[in-house]
């Protein structure tokens, strides 16, 4: 099973083989337990670079905002500057 979903479904305090046991019973039998994924080893690259590049263009993205936000709430004039990802 997926280890982080099935902490978030069965999160408690008490930890223990006959706890944890009972509970995958019951998500077993209930049709809640939460499948894991193993990726195939050449995928495992795409799948990291497709991670980090996500990570990149959402700070991109907020850094962006941030700039538009801080222009907005000087009351300065808006950029004409396309920050838009244009390739010539």
């Excluded at 930890?15 to 509970?23: A, E, F, R």
């Excluded at 795409?46 to 907020?62: M, S, W, Y």
């Amino acid at each position: 099973g997926h280890a982080l979903y099935m902490k978030a479904i069965h999160g408690g305090k008490a930890k223990n083989d006959k706890i944890d046991s009972y509970k995958i019973a019951k998500l077993i039998r209930g049709g809640n337990f939460p499948l894991a994924y193993v990726y195939d080893k050449d995928m495992r690259a795409t799948r990291d670079l497709l991670r980090r590049r996500t990570k990149i263009v959402r700070h991109g993205a907020d850094l962006k905002a941030h700039v538009a936000n801080t222009a907005s709430q000087y009351n300065l004039p808006a950029h004409n500057v396309n920050l838009k990802n244009v390739c010539d």
